[in-house]
């Protein structure tokens, strides 16, 4: 059954507290071992969210919860948010809207090596609803027609988006890699350095005359 956590509801194996620090929050809990699924989370400017994840696989393979989350929120944006709004994302967790910066997912993790399998994941994600004076590189969702959408909105879709991403993760990669590839920012500014992303979604790019590899790993950020 869903679980109702005052107004919002989260899909079976998800469930949510609030937290001023969702980040934070998220580390502590993992680290005192609570179960995979728990979502520390924030609304108001901006919708912050530190997920816990006990993952079943090597730190190679559970970094890719980092595009999987991404992808979960661009999902949920299509489903709620403006019609035709341009989304993409970048190899390194960028939200992009329109072009400009609204969001971003990292992964963080407890100590360990590449090829073992973490005690504990942590993904935090957060997405702007108010705009910040930082530049022209930089956006919020109600600044670009989304104003009907509130934080609380994009939780409970991002969830159930999310849950089926897992799913289709589960099952192997290869949805998550064209869907990605599809939207990637890269491709569409047509970024000359950029190749694709490997197997893996490592990042291939152009140095001189050789092709260089980018592990995903190369973004996991530590306690």
Not at 36 to 57: K, M, N, S
Not at 121 to 133: C, G, S
Not at 160 to 189: A, F, K, M, N, Y
């Amino acid at each position: 059954m869903p679980e109702i956590i005052g107004d919002l509801t989260f899909p079976p194996m998800l469930r949510g507290i609030m937290a001023p620090d969702p980040r934070a929050a998220a580390i502590a809990q993992a680290r005192a071992g609570c179960d995979g699924g728990l979502i520390c989370w924030r609304g108001g400017d901006a919708l912050e969210v530190g997920l816990v994840l006990a993952p079943d696989v090597t730190l190679s393979r559970a970094i890719q919860m980092l595009p999987l989350s991404a992808m979960a929120l661009r999902d949920a944006l299509g489903a709620i948010g403006p019609p035709e709004l341009p989304i993409h994302l970048t190899w390194d967790g960028r939200i992009l809207l329109n072009g400009a910066e609204a969001g971003r997912s990292r992964i963080i993790a407890s100590a360990g090596q590449e090829d073992a399998v973490p005690d504990w994941i942590v993904n935090h994600l957060i997405f702007r609803f108010l705009p910040v004076d930082d530049g022209m590189d930089v956006t919020a969702l109600w600044s670009e027609g989304g104003g009907d959408v509130t934080p609380e909105d994009l939780l409970e879709s991002w969830s159930r988006h999310l849950l089926h991403r897992l799913s289709e993760w589960d099952d192997g990669p290869e949805s998550l890699h064209v869907d990605l590839t599809g939207c990637s920012w890269e491709r569409e500014s047509k970024d000359a350095a950029f190749i694709g992303l490997d197997e893996s979604f490592g990042r291939l790019r152009r140095d001189g005359d050789a092709t260089t590899m980018d592990p995903l790993t190369d973004l996991l950020e530590t306690p």
